[in-house]
C-alpha cells in the first residue's frame, strides 16, 4: 500500500526538501499552506505544477484546530510531519503572542487531532514535531544532547520547548508515535533570505555583481552547527520508521562562527568579508544564544544517519545559487526599457 504524509509547512525551506524526499520514497505527499494574498510556493512550483501535479495542497492553519480535523480526516495520512512555524527568532521577539500560538499551541492543536482521529479510525498516524536547538539557548553543558536541560533565550525558543513537551507528554499519555527532532541551524540555497546565512551569500553576490556595497550584521562572535537542510529531512522520516517513537539531536558535531561564515563565504567570492562587513546593534538579540553544538551520536547509532555535506560545500552551494540569482539581477538592471517589456 501507497503510503500517504502530510507536512505542515511545506511551502518552507524543509518541508520543500521533505517532500521531494518522501516523493523520492514513493509516497503520496499532502501539505498545508496558509491562504494569503501571494502565493508563496517558489520553492514547491516544480511539485505542484506537473501533469499531474506531484504535491497535493490543502488550505489549513495551525490556528485553526477544526480545520486540521477536517484535513486529517479527509487524507487520511499515516505520517504528519509538522515544520510549520513563525521560526524567525529575532521576529520572535517582536510578535511574542503570534509565536506562541502558531509555534506552541498550534502544535498541541495538531496533536490533538490526531488523538481525536486515531480513536474515530483505529489507525495509528506517526508524528514528527520540528524541535529546536534554540530550546538549548543559555546552554549548560557542550555539546548539547537529548538529556541536556533546555534554557530557552528567546520566545522562539520558549514556544518550541512547549511543542517539544507536549509531543512528549502526548506519546506517553495516549501511546502515540509521537517523536521530535531537535535540529540544529541546517541551510541550503532555499533559506529565506532573512536568515543570518542567506544574508551573508546574498549580499556576497550582490557585491561581487556591483548591486551593494556594504553588508549589516549582528553578533558575529555566536557560533553555531550548520548542516545542509536536504541531510537532515532523512532524519525526520527516519524517525517515523522507527518502532518505538524517541527524541534525537540531529547535527553536524561542528561548530563555526558567524564571522567564519562571512570569511568562508566573501574569500569564496575572491573578497574579503572586513571589506563590506559592518555592526549594526539594531540586529542584537534582547538575550543572546552564543554557542550551539550538536551531539549526535544517538542518530548515528539508532538511526544510522549522518550528514553528507561538509561545512564548505554548503557555503559553496549557497553561494552558487546567490552569485547567479545575483549576476540575473545585474543583467536585468542593465536591460533598457524595451529589452525589460520584451523580456516580459
Given at each position: 500500500?501507497?503510503?500517504?504524509?502530510?507536512?505542515?509547512?511545506?511551502?518552507?525551506?524543509?518541508?520543500?526538501?521533505?517532500?521531494?524526499?518522501?516523493?523520492?520514497?514513493?509516497?503520496?505527499?499532502?501539505?498545508?499552506?496558509?491562504?494569503?494574498?501571494?502565493?508563496?510556493?517558489?520553492?514547491?512550483?516544480?511539485?505542484?505544477?506537473?501533469?499531474?501535479?506531484?504535491?497535493?495542497?490543502?488550505?489549513?492553519?495551525?490556528?485553526?484546530?477544526?480545520?486540521?480535523?477536517?484535513?486529517?480526516?479527509?487524507?487520511?495520512?499515516?505520517?504528519?510531519?509538522?515544520?510549520?512555524?513563525?521560526?524567525?527568532?529575532?521576529?520572535?521577539?517582536?510578535?511574542?503572542a503570534y509565536t506562541a500560538d502558531t509555534t506552541a499551541v498550534g502544535a498541541?492543536?495538531?496533536?490533538?487531532?490526531?488523538?481525536?482521529?486515531?480513536?474515530?479510525?483505529?489507525?495509528?498516524?506517526?508524528?514528527?514535531?520540528?524541535?529546536?536547538?534554540?530550546?538549548?539557548?543559555?546552554?549548560?553543558?557542550?555539546?548539547?544532547?537529548?538529556?541536556?536541560?533546555?534554557?530557552?533565550?528567546?520566545?522562539?525558543?520558549?514556544?518550541?520547548?512547549?511543542?517539544?513537551?507536549?509531543?512528549?507528554?502526548?506519546?506517553?499519555?495516549?501511546?502515540?508515535?509521537?517523536?521530535?527532532?531537535?535540529?540544529?541551524?541546517?541551510?541550503?540555497?532555499?533559506?529565506?533570505?532573512?536568515?543570518?546565512?542567506?544574508?551573508?551569500?546574498?549580499?556576497?553576490?550582490?557585491?561581487?555583481?556591483?548591486?551593494?556595497?556594504?553588508?549589516?550584521?549582528?553578533n558575529l562572535d555566536a557560533q553555531r552547527d550548520w548542516g545542509f537542510a536536504?541531510?537532515?529531512?532523512?532524519?525526520?522520516?527516519?524517525?517515523?520508521?522507527?518502532?518505538?517513537?524517541?527524541?534525537?539531536?540531529?547535527?553536524?558535531?561542528?561548530?563555526?562562527?558567524?564571522?567564519?561564515?562571512?570569511?568562508?563565504?566573501?574569500?569564496?567570492?575572491?573578497?574579503?568579508?572586513?571589506?563590506?562587513?559592518?555592526?549594526?546593534?539594531?540586529?542584537?538579540?534582547?538575550?543572546?544564544?552564543?554557542?550551539?553544538?550538536?551531539?549526535?551520536?544517538?542518530?548515528?547509532?539508532?538511526?544510522?544517519?549522518?550528514?553528507?555535506?561538509?561545512?564548505?560545500?554548503?557555503?559553496?552551494?549557497?553561494?552558487?545559487?546567490?552569485?547567479?540569482?545575483?549576476?540575473?539581477?545585474?543583467?536585468?538592471?542593465?536591460?533598457?526599457?524595451?529589452?525589460?517589456?520584451?523580456?516580459?
Amino acid at each position: 500500500m501507497r503510503r500517504r504524509a502530510l507536512i505542515t509547512g511545506v511551502t518552507g525551506q524543509d518541508g520543500s526538501y521533505l517532500a521531494e524526499f518522501l516523493l523520492a520514497k514513493g509516497y503520496e505527499v499532502h501539505g498545508i499552506r496558509r491562504r494569503s494574498s501571494t502565493f508563496g510556493t517558489q520553492r514547491i512550483e516544480h511539485l505542484i505544477f506537473g501533469e499531474p501535479p506531484q504535491l497535493h495542497l490543502h488550505y489549513g492553519d495551525l490556528s485553526d484546530g477544526n480545520g486540521l480535523m477536517r484535513l486529517l480526516r479527509e487524507i487520511r495520512p499515516h505520517e504528519v510531519y509538522n515544520l510549520a512555524a513563525q521560526s524567525h527568532v529575532r521576529v520572535s521577539f517582536d510578535q511574542p503572542a503570534y509565536t506562541a500560538d502558531t509555534t506552541a499551541v498550534g502544535a498541541l492543536r495538531l496533536l490533538e487531532a490526531i488523538r481525536d482521529v486515531q480513536d474515530e479510525t483505529g489507525e495509528q498516524i506517526r508524528f514528527y514535531q520540528a524541535s529546536s536547538s534554540e530550546m538549548f539557548g543559555k546552554v549548560v553543558e557542550t555539546p548539547q544532547k537529548e538529556s541536556t536541560p533546555f534554557y530557552p533565550r528567546s520566545p522562539y525558543g520558549v514556544a518550541k520547548v512547549y511543542a517539544h513537551w507536549i509531543t512528549v507528554n502526548y506519546r506517553e499519555s495516549y501511546g502515540m508515535h509521537a517523536s521530535c527532532g531537535i535540529l540544529f541551524n541546517h541551510e541550503s540555497p532555499r533559506r529565506g533570505e532573512t536568515f543570518v546565512t542567506r544574508k551573508i551569500t546574498r549580499a556576497a553576490g550582490r557585491i561581487k555583481c556591483g548591486l551593494q556595497k556594504k553588508l549589516y550584521l549582528g553578533n558575529l562572535d555566536a557560533q553555531r552547527d550548520w548542516g545542509f537542510a536536504g541531510d537532515y529531512v532523512e532524519a525526520m522520516w527516519l524517525m517515523l520508521q522507527q518502532d518505538t517513537p524517541d527524541d534525537y539531536v540531529v547535527a553536524t558535531n561542528e561548530l563555526y562562527s558567524v564571522r567564519d561564515f562571512c570569511e568562508k563565504t566573501f574569500s569564496r567570492l575572491g573578497l574579503n568579508y572586513e571589506d563590506h562587513v559592518e555592526i549594526d546593534p539594531r540586529y542584537y538579540r534582547p538575550a543572546e544564544v552564543d554557542l550551539l553544538l550538536g551531539d549526535n551520536t544517538k542518530a548515528r547509532t539508532k538511526l544510522d544517519w549522518v550528514p553528507r555535506t561538509s561545512f564548505e560545500q554548503l557555503v559553496d552551494m549557497m553561494v552558487e545559487g546567490d552569485l547567479a540569482l545575483a549576476r540575473r539581477e545585474h543583467m536585468v538592471g542593465a536591460m533598457t526599457t524595451e529589452q525589460k517589456k520584451q523580456a516580459a
